[in-house]
């Protein structure tokens, strides 16, 4: 080879990369959880949509916090008539701030359709802080092999679990390391999941493309409404008074003042035609598909009974109070069961410590 060939060559030279590696260009393409879920990509595109809705859309919150409103009212409490057990239930109550967490999970339940709490349980005396990650950093969930309601691990994206962390998973409760108190435990609770399925979807998902639609018709009536105030003056005079006339209203009158014109000057006032007043049935229209598809909502929910009765009403509110009757439910259960599996943990480590004072 000669010397301008084999420069060409060390040019055009191929390094390997390992994949696995950072800007390796490797795009993993992750399957579906479950039979019945969506692909991930789509899954956490989802739930992005829905969370920056709910912070820039005020439907969005208003739809999420009513749910929230009804749900939670006054707050959700939970009693045993064991004593040993009521009494832990009080401590893990105050020593996580419930009644404040609480709202927030069922805001999280409505936008993302799903909630991954942990529990961080003390060996030293049994007690457990639970945090909550959010659904959109949990990749995937490994569960065990034929039975798929049966989760053992969930997978957090690796740009998540901090530089140089690697792939992090969590354990559930079943999972053989959880026995390990000190080792944390990730729970999964999910709604809007059908059959088949393991990750959950969010209220808003159904209604998220009507939500962009109604911003966009409304930022378009804002433009159309400001367009019909605007007009144009149209002045006729001879050609010989052009060229003064044109000197005289280089700026154009402010509204109010008064001007003594030439008989020979005609003035004329012209604004947009842009018959854009009747479009309430267009934005009504727009509102039924999101009331149609939000949680348990009806138009009586964004204000607007000027056209129903009280037979309609009663109608809409019985379909709004089975919805949040089950999702209230569904709630209570989540808490019931996150709380029972911490007083397990605070059990076995009482077991645990009995039998080393004994063996002492």
């Keep these: 080879m000669t010397l301008m060939q084999r420069f060409v060559s060390w040019l055009g030279a191929v390094t390997v990369v390992p994949p696995g590696r950072t800007n390796d260009g490797y795009v993993p393409i992750i399957p579906p959880q ?8 789509e899954l956490q595109r989802e739930m992005d949509d829905a969370r920056e809705a709910w912070r820039q859309n005020p ?12 749900v939670v009212g006054n707050g959700i409490t939970l009693r045993s008539e064991y004593a040993p057990l009521q009494r832990f239930i009080d401590d893990f109550w105050q020593r996580n701030q419930m009644d404040q967490r609480v709202p927030e999970w069922c805001d999280e339940l409505c936008r ?15 007690a457990s802080s639970v945090r909550c990650v959010p659904a959109s950093i949990v990749e995937r969930i490994e569960w065990r092999e034929g039975d798929y309601e049966a989760e053992l691990r969930f997978k957090e994206m690796a740009s998540c679990a901090g530089s140089g ?11 053989p390391d959880a026995a390990n108190p000190a080792t944390p435990v990730m729970l999964h609770y999910a709604v809007n999941r059908p059959v088949g399925a393991l990750r959950g979807e969010s209220d808003l998902a159904p209604i998220l493309p009507w939500l962009k639609r109604y911003s966009r018709w409304l930022e378009d009536r ?4 400001a367009g019909v105030r605007a007009f144009l003056w149209v002045v006729k005079a001879p050609a010989r008074l052009r060229t003064e006339l044109a000197e ?10 008064v001007i003594i014109a030439d008989e020979q000057e005609s003035w004329t006032a012209v604004a947009p035609s842009l018959n854009a007043n009747d ?11 999101i009331v149609a598809g ?18 309609t009403g009663q109608v809409m509110t019985e379909m709004r109070r089975r919805f949040l009757r089950r999702r209230q439910a569904y709630l209570a259960w989540l808490l019931t069961d996150l709380v029972l599996v911490a007083w397990r943990r605070y059990a076995a480590g009482e077991r645990r410590l009995r039998h080393n004072v004994t063996a002492a």
Excluded at 112 to 126: C, I, M, R, S
Excluded at 165 to 175: Q, T
Excluded at 294 to 308: H, Q
């Design 294 to 311: 939000g949680p348990g909502t009806s138009l009586l929910d964004l204000g607007e009974g000027e056209d129903s009765n009280l037979a």
């Design 34 to 41: 479950g039979v019945a879920d969506k692909g991930w990509c």
């Design 112 to 126: 993302a359709g799903e909630v991954f709490p942990v529990l961080f349980t003390n060996p030293q005396d049994g």
């Design 279 to 289: 479009a309430a049935n267009d934005g009504r229209a727009i509102r039924w598909m």
């Design 165 to 175: 962390a690697g792939e992090r998973w969590w354990v559930s409760p079943l999972h």
């Design 248 to 257: 005289r209203y280089r700026q154009p009158p402010e509204p109010g003042s």
């Design 59 to 70: 439907l969005a919150r208003r739809l999420v916090g009513m749910v929230t409103a009804y």
């Design 222 to 225: 804002v433009r159309l409404n």
